[in-house]
T-cell receptor, first 115, second 107 residues
Framework: EAAVTQSPRNKVAVTGGKVTLSCNQTNNHNNMYWYRQDTGHGLRLIHYSYGAGSTEKGDIPDGYKASRPSQENFSLILELATPSQTSVYFC??????????????FGEGSKLTVL | GQQVQQSPASLVLQEGENAELQCNFSTSLNSMQWFYQRPGGSLVSLFYNPSGTKHSGRLTSTTVIKERRSSLHISSSQTTDSGTYLCAGGSNAKLTFGKGTKLSVKS
């Protein structure tokens, strides 16, 4: 079973502060993803990556940056957090290479509250 | 971009009844997956099914990729099947999710 670990699992931040959400996968998957989930919107794609050194914009990238320093790690960075970024964030990895989309495996989620 | 319509939005069953969940996509795709989200929030992959029919226990997924649709059939539902079922589809490593079907199975 693929293992995807997110940290922190819960975070309370202040408006204007910097937040980094981290994701680690131990299955050598090429593709990694960051989604947020809000009531009424389902899961929405923020950023994704094809491999170390690559980041791509998803459907709602504004206000977020991503970093993929290695095959195993993918971070989501909120430079100036706002209350509208209060949400549950999910990281996922996929076992397909190149531009394909293989089966996704999700982390447990990180609940972020911005006050 | 890709739009995903899931139906029904919610469903209430008596234990033992069957369910059919639908997913329709607005543009062409080459990847399609079904997930189960537990009431606590964690997501479990049910099927990676870009085409054809796949079975897993009481679950069956059927995808007709050229018609841009997929279905999930749950037979003989159990109370432990309660939760939210999500479909996702796309191409070029980018998956778009539907808003989900919330299933409640009563004993």
């Amino acid at each position: 079973e693929a293992a995807v670990t997110q940290s922190p699992r819960n975070k309370v931040a202040v408006t204007g502060g910097k937040v980094t959400l981290s994701c680690n996968q131990t299955n050598n998957h090429n593709n990694m993803y960051w989604y947020r989930q809000d009531t009424g919107h389902g899961l929405r794609l923020i950023h994704y990556s094809y491999g170390a050194g690559s980041t791509e914009k998803g459907d709602i990238p504004d206000g977020y940056k991503a970093s993929r320093p290695s095959q195993e790690n993918f971070s989501l960075i909120l430079e100036l957090a706002t209350p509208s970024q209060t949400s549950v964030y999910f990281c996922a990895s996929g076992d397909a290479g190149g531009g394909a989309t293989g089966q996704l495996y999700f982390g447990e989620g990180s609940k972020l509250t911005v006050l | 971009g890709q739009q995903v319509q899931q139906s029904p939005a919610s469903l209430v069953l008596q234990e033992g009844e069957n369910a059919e969940l639908q997913c329709n996509f607005s543009t062409s795709l080459n990847s399609m997956q079904w997930f189960y989200q537990r009431p606590g929030g964690s997501l479990v992959s049910l099927f990676y099914n870009p085409s054809g029919t796949k079975h897993s226990g009481r679950l069956t997924s059927t995808t007709v990729i050229k018609e841009r649709r997929s279905s999930l059939h749950i037979s003989s539902s159990q109370t432990t099947d309660s939760g939210t079922y999500l479909c996702a589809g796309g191409s070029n490593a980018k998956l778009t999710f539907g808003k989900g079907t919330k299933l409640s199975v009563k004993s």
